[in-house]
C-alpha cells in the first residue's frame, strides 16, 4: 500500500480487513522515508520484493492514494 499517512494505512487495511504483518512494510517506508508522493510506492515494491522474494507467477496488489483520495489499483504478476 502506498504509505500516504498512519490513517490513511490504518483505514485501508481495516477496510480490506489485513493484517499488520501483511502491510508493515507500508509502515516501515513510512516511518523510514515519510509520504513522498506517488514514489513511495515504488519503495514499497522494491522493499517487498527484497523482504518477501515473490516467486514466479505469485500474484500482489499494489494500492496508491492520490490527491482528492484517488485511489489506484494495480495487480501485479511476479
Known amino acids: ?11 485501508v487495511r481495516e477496510a480490506l480487513a489485513l493484517s499488520y504483518s ?3 512494510i507500508s509502515y ?3 516511518g ?14 522494491d522493499e517487498t520484493i527484497q ?7 505469485e500474484r500482489g496488489l499494489m494500492i496508491t492514494v492520490g490527491p482528492g483520495v484517488t485511489v ?3 495487480l501485479l504478476l511476479f
Do not use: K
Not at 513511495?40 to 515494491?45: E, P, R, T
Not at 523482504?51 to 507467477?57: A, K, V, Y
Open 1 to 11: 500500500m502506498h504509505p500516504g499517512g498512519r490513517r490513511i494505512l490504518d483505514s
Open 22 to 24: 501483511q502491510v508493515e
Open 28 to 30: 516501515d517506508v513510512l
Open 32 to 45: 523510514g522515508r515519510g509520504n513522498v508522493g506517488t514514489a513511495s510506492i515504488f519503495y514499497v515494491l
Open 51 to 57: 523482504r518477501r522474494r515473490p516467486r514466479r507467477d
Open 72 to 74: 489506484g489499483l494495480m
